[in-house]
């Protein structure tokens, strides 16, 4: 049964927080994707041990994404898995511009993910609809202005998007980063951006991280939506293969050199194309629909596995890493 949470202090939200990561196989967050997680890859990841998650504009409309949260959350749910129920994530876009946001609200409140995240605005606009069923809400900042914006809004947890991360990205080092978001913000903290094997993950912890979010090493997933091409691109790419741009988008974003060539993007050209989210963002007629991103942890992709094959290899190089260091 659902509980309100807007009734309960921010100690409390952030505490069932930490509690719900620190349930999982690994303290990690199998990162929202654009254009390459799928309903598949976030119930593979939440079944492996870390909290999967969809991005809603993956979904063409409205109504796919309906579907895809139904199949979600039935798969997750008690009824398939012996009494047991598997956390999962929907990550919202809530700029402006972004003219699905009302009808993916009321899909939130019909589906109840146990976490929502928000992405290009601010995440003041769903904190009180998420509480209201008892789920908990994070937000991706890529600044510490940022960041602060969106504690004095009432997150329950931030996401600090680090160089290096794949897609939409951030620009400051980790660790100086969240020095600076620790001096007005005790709560929960992720990171993303570079997190490509189960060292990282340790070596997050021990800068005060209270966990990962893991993207570019879930790309060449069985479960992924990409295609065999953006695969193969992966397996020959390192990191001087991934540049930053905001050529595409508008945002600043990792993308794939090759994948850039390919399409005629030329990422030296300083002019940022026009920030637009409006319609459906998954259409061919966008200007990123065709070409990939990765973050800097590209060249760390070896093979092609299933999500739980690379959870598997996560947590081993985790604990061997844990083993070395107490």
Known sequence: MSVNLNTLSRAELQAQLLKLLQSQRLPAVAAPMFLVSSPELTIA??????????????????????QWLA????????????????????????????????????????????????ALGSPKRVLSTVHEYGGLVMADVITPTMARKAADAGVDGLILVCAGAGGHTGKYNPFSFLAEVREFWDGPIGLAGGVSNGKDIHAARVLGYDF???????????ES?????????????KMEDVVASKSVSGVMANWLVPSLEK???????????????????????????HIWSAGHGVGQIKSLYTAAELVD???????????RTF
């Open 45 to 66: 990841s939440s079944k492996a041990g870390i909290i999967g998650s969809i991005p809603a504009p993956n979904a063409r409309t409205v109504e796919q994404l309906d």
């Open 71 to 118: 199949h979600i959350s039935a798969e997750l749910g008690p009824e398939k898995n012996q009494g047991k129920s598997y956390p999962w994530l929907l990550n919202m876009i809530v700029h402006s511009t972004y003219d699905r946001f009302d009808a993916e609200v009321e899909l939130v409140k019909r589906y109840k993910p146990a976490i929502v995240t928000t």
């Open 212 to 222: 990962v979010l893991i993207g570019t090493r879930l790309i060449p997933a069985k």
């Open 225 to 237: 939506m990409v295609s065999d091409g953006y695969r193969q691109m992966l397996l020959e790419s």
């Open 263 to 289: 399409a005629g993007v030329d990422p030296s050209v300083a002019k940022a194309a026009e920030i637009d989210f409006s319609g459906n963002m998954a259409a061919d007629t966008k200007a990123w629909k």
């Open 313 to 323: 290899e996560l947590e081993a190089e985790y604990r061997s890493s844990l083993a």
